[in-house]
């Protein structure tokens, strides 16, 4: 399936690496005009230089007030992929501490709606519709052992798509959620390429396996493209049958 975003602005956060750099190529080389966010000005920047034709916002999105500020500098886009996220290290949800849980709810949750209330508003003024896509979890759905923050953060935001497809869909604008399995990016791979912590997961999985790059990618583009003008408040689980799998 072709895609088409000639002359479309996309905003993309976390699009210095993993997840959020590839869907920077694919917009690209569908024509489409980048903004790229990111907290690590190490990696944005070394993006900009690899990429001279997106532009860059650097920004911590824990931090409500600085990222509106950003965001208000922007014109109005045609679709947003909120892709940035984090993980903290496995913790009993018994003993997880509120730091973690805030730092996890600021930038999965509220970093996301706090997005979407600012570039929202300019993609309603601007009247011309748009796509939405947010970067959740299969821990949306389905809870993992020792994240409970995360699992919280994800299904939250879920249903942030939800009702944001609903509020915004008289304005032309879809929402909808993308929830992967264990990506193999460079940090999927150095963090489940032990196989003791792997294998269990792998073989719940019907497809046996992990998800590539491109797997994550291109139901993002998907959503994000015109190909998809009929789909709005949708949750997409990419994640090889795992969700199928009772015995998880």
């Known amino acids: 399936m072709a895609f088409d975003f000639a002359g479309k602005r996309i905003f993309i956060t976390g699009a210095s690496r993993g997840i959020g750099r590839a869907v920077v190529d694919g917009v690209r080389k569908a024509g489409g005009i980048v903004y790229g966010l990111g907290s690590n000005k190490e990696l944005l920047d070394k993006l900009v230089e690899e990429c001279p034709d997106v532009t ?3 920004v911590d999105l824990s931090d409500w007030d600085a990222t509106r500020k950003e965001l208000e500098k922007l014109p109005a ?26 730092k996890t709810l600021d930038i999965n949750l509220t970093g996301p709606i706090n997005i979407i209330q600012v570039l929202g508003k300019k993609m309603v003024a601007a009247g011309n519709g748009g796509s939405i896509v947010n970067i959740s979890s299969m821990n ?10 995360y699992n919280v953060s994800k299904a939250a935001l879920d249903m942030v798509t939800k009702q944001y497809a609903l509020e915004l869909g008289p304005h032309n604008i879809r929402v909808n959620s993308v929830n992967p399995t264990v990506i193999l990016t460079d940090m999927g791979r150095e963090h489940w390429g032990d196989p003791k912590k792997g294998v269990k997961l792998i073989d719940a999985t019907p497809l046996g396996r992990f998800g590539e790059v491109h797997e994550a990618v291109n139901p993002i583009l998907y959503l994000l493209s015109d190909c998809s003008s009929m789909v709005t408040g949708t949750i997409n689980p990419v994640e090889g049958g795992l969700l199928s799998n009772i015995h998880v």
């Open 140 to 149: 949306g759905i389905k809870p993992m052992r020792e994240c409970m923050a």
């Open 77 to 102: 886009m045609d679709g947003i992929v909120n892709n940035a996220a984090y993980s903290a290290p496995w913790v009993s949800s018994l003993d997880a501490s509120k730091e973690v849980i805030d």
């Open 56 to 58: 860059p916002v650097h």
